[in-house]
């Protein structure tokens, strides 16, 4: 079952009001949203977004009721915009992107999002993703060794990323690395011994930016962020979970400038980060951090 990280930290911060018009990018299972929900009055509007359909059904599960209005589309936050006009809004008072992965896509999706699972290296956040999508299998087998050590350096922050690409190119020209266990093995083939005995499995920073890559995750928050502050009404908050250094990062960066340009007030100077009683409950949460402003102007 999927855990909404920070659940208490977001409603408390993000101080939702029964009529407000509340923008969630990132449905997973509706963890989040549901909550939200039980919040909104009958003049209250929830607006969800979610790339994975599978996601969006559960969640249209737990969204059923009398409350408020409840529109989910399949999309990217990043198209934040457009799902606005399609839905007769100019402005949201309320915006949560939870950049976090669900336990379901863990454990469910058979998309290789884990290394700890057998699957074919899509890593795709569709269900059905389109022959002419980017897959981690298109990235293993078909980009050429310095672009690959490029992303797993930069999105992965990994030390040994040159190793682990040449391993990647030599073994793929004996034959086409097709499941996620096939680059765990050939990860694990290329690093130092001592690093297979470390706290984090060796294979988490390569999976980490190869998941990052195939969905274009940077450039969705960055477009995601400004759309939404572009359409938070005055007085309005946006929420972001981010879960690893590059995402928090780009977040604190750019609250940071609408801060100083006298458009936003950080209602949450440092990261909020889960108290001992969630990490011990979820240890999942562990790289989770909450960043939190309010529209000013």
Do not use: C
């Amino acid at each position: 079952m999927h855990v909404p990280v920070l659940l208490n930290e977001v409603i408390t911060g993000l101080d939702i009001k029964p009529d407000d018009v509340f923008f969630d990018g990132t449905v997973n299972g509706g963890g989040h949203s549901k909550a939200i929900y039980d919040r909104l009055g009958s003049k209250g509007l929830l607006i969800g977004t979610d790339l994975d359909e599978t996601a969006l059904a559960k969640a249209q599960e737990k969204l059923k009721g009398e409350r408020a209005r409840v529109v989910l589309k399949q999309s990217s936050f990043r198209n934040l915009d457009t799902i606005l006009e399609e839905t007769g809004i100019s402005t949201v008072n309320k915006i949560l992107f939870d950049l976090g992965l669900s336990s379901n896509q863990f454990e469910e999706s058979g998309r290789g999002f884990s290394f700890q699972k057998d699957e074919p290296l899509l890593m795709t956040f569709k269900k059905n993703p389109e022959a002419s999508d980017l897959t981690a299998g298109k990235i293993v087998n078909q980009w050429d060794e310095e672009n690959i050590s490029q992303i797993i350096e930069s999105y992965g922050e990994e030390r040994y990323a040159k190793k682990i690409a040449h391993a990647i190119v030599f073994w793929r020209n004996k034959g086409e690395i097709k499941t996620t266990q096939e680059l765990v093995k050939i990860i694990e083939g290329a690093v130092p011994k001592t690093y297979l005995h470390k706290r984090i499995h060796p294979a988490t920073k390569t999976f980490q930016a190869l998941r990052i890559t195939v969905n274009d995750e940077i450039e969705s928050l960055k477009d995601g962020s400004r759309k939404g502050f572009e359409h938070l009404s005055s007085g309005g908050r946006m929420a972001v979970i981010s879960f690893h250094s590059i995402e928090d990062r780009i977040v604190k960066n750019f609250f940071r400038q609408e801060a100083q340009d006298g458009r936003g007030r950080l209602v949450t100077k440092k990261p909020i980060t889960p108290s001992p009683k969630e990490l011990s409950e979820n240890p999942r949460s562990r790289s989770a951090k909450l960043r939190i402003i309010e529209k000013t102007a």
